[in-house]
């Protein structure tokens, strides 16, 4: 019943900022942990970070710093506010639960940073 749309991917220099939000058809983020998630072409998906129920983040060494995971539980929706980007962050990126369930990747939404 759920369903997860990511939006505010686009293009960005190097150094530059894009916020990117996770709106949820149905509610569920008051019961799980949440991760963003990205995939670059050729290669395995990994999670750059996650939030907690409790709203603790923890986040890959590769983004440490530089992203920022929030979540408005009221409005079902997680935030990833990207900053200092770098061309190596260039993926198409997803949020789920963390864990992941299957059933809830959606489209994504692309991240290319130019160098």
């Known amino acids: 019943q759920v369903r997860l749309v990511e939006s505010g991917g686009g293009l960005v220099q190097a150094g530059g900022s894009l916020r990117l939000s996770c709106a949820a058809s149905?509610?569920?983020?008051?019961?799980?942990?949440m991760g963003w998630y990205r995939q670059a072409p050729g290669k395995q998906r990994e999670l750059a970070g996650r939030?907690?129920?409790?709203?603790?983040?923890n986040y890959a060494d590769s983004v440490k710093g530089r992203f920022t995971i929030s979540r408005d539980n009221a409005k079902n929706t997680v935030y990833l506010q990207m900053n200092s980007l770098k061309p190596e962050d260039t993926a198409v990126y997803y949020c789920?639960?963390?864990?992941?369930?299957?059933?809830?990747w959606g489209q994504g939404t692309q991240v290319t940073v130019s160098s």
């Open positions: 149905g509610r569920i983020f008051s019961f799980y942990a």
């Open positions: 939030i907690t129920t409790s709203g603790s983040t």
């Open positions: 789920n639960t963390d864990p992941p369930l299957h059933a809830l």
